[in-house]
């Protein structure tokens, strides 16, 4: 989750002059309905809970969707370390499934760390293997996509932009075949996908109809790009988002996951970063993804209580 990479661009500002275009097509490709939920007739944000929001209170899968359900969200994006713990111990895909429809909820994303853009050819083929399991057993859940985070890299190794790209692609391929979307994840600082410009570059690159970008607030800040970057997006290219916030202190260069904060009580532009997707009709499932012991001190109701309250007063502030 940091320091830097050479990519195979000369520069922030060379490759967006030169990527616009591509850019552009990412953003108007679709109707800007497609990937916005409605009510009578109008977009609005789902609000949905990332699973390691509650993580440190030690419940398993099914108390998790119970918290989402009970504390009136719309979606959930649980772990896939969690979910095979869950059927390890003897739980069925099943159950959880009926528990996620009893509560009206859908699971817009999950996380998983499969290592699909490792250099290693063996390496990367049993990374896509675990790929396929997470995108069957999240197909089996009635999920949408998955994170495609750029895990399991050696440090010191070097993965060009390119690289990346084509194997972004065929991840991509082999979720045309479960029926579940991969979506390019940038880590801030990350040596391989450590900024916003580098994701996009490996979504367009890889030259696929449904890539698409998972971006995060946190990671946007740690890895020093801004948010302006989202008008040169669109409802095809952001589905899905990570909210959270960050303190002023400790600084960028060392604020880590557990500094994360609830949307809105830390000096992050969240009601821009809100306004920015409206304004490109972008209306991505909003996640609250938080690593915070504080909040995992708490009880999990209480927290992703909060956590939802937090997330409705930036919308609202965004929208008035």
């Known amino acids: 989750m940091s320091s830097n990479s050479s990519p195979s661009f000369t520069g922030r500002r060379d490759f967006l002059a030169g990527s616009g275009l591509a850019i552009g097509a990412l953003a108007s490709g679709f109707q800007q309905t497609a990937f916005a939920d409605t009510v009578s007739g ?59 429809d009893d509560h009206g909820l859908t699971v817009e994303s999950a996380i998983g760390f499969a290592k699909w853009v490792v250099n290693d050819p063996a390496e990367r083929s049993a990374g896509l293997e675990e790929a396929k399991r997470d995108m069957d057993m999240i197909a089996r859940l009635g999920g949408k996509r998955i994170a495609a985070p750029p895990a399991g890299v050696p440090g010191g190794e070097v993965v060009t932009l390119d690289d990346a790209a084509d194997r972004y692609r065929a991840l991509l391929e082999l979720g045309d075949e479960m029926g579940v979307v991969p979506q390019v994840e940038m880590w801030g600082g990350n040596p391989t996908i450590g900024t916003v410009e580098k994701a996009l570059y490996v979504a367009i690159r890889a030259n696929h109809p449904k890539a698409c970008f998972l971006g995060d607030v ?12 989202i008008l040169l997006m669109g409802p095809r290219t952001l589905q899905h988002y990570h909210m959270n916030d960050y303190p002023a202190d400790p600084p960028r260069e060392t604020i880590k996951d557990a ?37 995992w001190a708490m009880p999990a109701d209480k927290c992703a209580r909060i956590g939802l309250e937090k997330m409705k007063e930036v919308v609202a502030k965004a929208m008035a």
Not at 75 to 91: C, M, S
Not at 264 to 287: C, H, K, Q, T
């Open 218 to 229: 946190f990671h946007t800040y740690k890895g020093g790009c801004g948010f302006e970057s």
């Open 42 to 100: 109008e977009k609005r944000f789902k609000f949905c809970l990332n699973m390691s929001t509650i993580r440190g209170q030690e419940l398993d899968a099914a108390g998790e969707i119970e918290v989402a359900g009970k504390a009136g969200y719309d979606a959930i994006e649980p772990w896939f370390r969690k979910l095979n713990d869950y059927v390890e111990k003897g739980g069925k895909i099943e159950e959880l499934k009926k528990r996620i």
């Open 259 to 295: 500094d994360r904060v609830f949307p809105g009580d830390g000096i992050a532009p969240v009601v821009e970063v809100i306004r920015n997707f409206m304004a490109v009709g972008a209306y991505p499932s909003l996640s609250l993804e938080l690593f915070n012991p504080a909040y």
